[in-house]
DNA sequence: CTAAATGCTGGAGTATGCTCTAGGTCAAGG
DNA sequence: CCTTGACCTAGAGCATACTCCAGCATTTAG
């Protein structure tokens, strides 16, 4: 699979794929005669699992931590799955704040929703001056 | 109330201060003889609730979205109310994301104890090489 | 065989959200 | 009076995560 193909089916651009090498998140790839990278299909498994990191907004930093780790084989499971037990504690921490900040902003809409209400009710007592 | 002052008691730097009212998160304070930014104590509440948005990851567009109508007094009090409605929508669906990927990571966390521990019973079928 | 599509590299550019620097001014204590 | 600390402005710099570009090589469809 070359990299435009790959491309396609892992929804990254090509740029992103190639930057991803460059910071060692992905290995480097096979090159074919022409010097162009071929991807062994296997890849989307990692890049699948690498999506669950970004959409957690795992910084890259991180994410090249743990490819690096993996690079190495089984014997750094224990080191992989602290890591992502750490990363396991902030998104739980995450979520924490996220219901506070949710049950905030829903405070703040029901009190506009009064505000609103009350501009309401005064302009049934003083009609507006252009009625 | 100084520009160091209030950055001591909002935690923002006294830096972030100067670039939120650049770039119109924060009106422009009244100033002194000698031309030192004076604060209003109330701006705190609005900070307050600056940090609320920000901790929701409300970018700075929005927010000084919200706060151009804020300047513009109650009548655009619905209007604010569907920003923050239109955000709490988000939130809500970065809730349920992070729901679904903190699952997806204790799964992943459970496969690796599960390696750790194939590792482990693999060591005492061949006792290591140095004992 | 050739033109279009695809790929290559190194490096510059972009957006966001600050953060820091240079080169001053201003205010309060000794 | 003078030093020290807080403040001022404009603009540069930084970290993150891409994204684009120039200029050239390779591959593929007709």
Redesign the interface.
Known sequence: MKIGELSKKCGLSIDTLRFYEKIGLLEKPLRDGGGHRVYDPAIMQWLG?LA?LK??DMPLKKQVEYAKLRAMG??T??L??EL??N??QE??E??K???D??N???T??TI??Q??KD?DDDNQHKPQPNS
């Open positions: 699992f669950r959409e957690t089984n014997k499971a224990a992989r799955r992502l037990e990363h396991l998104l739980l995450e979520q704040r996220l219901k900040n949710i905030a902003l829903k703040k809409i506009y929703r505000i609103e501009i």
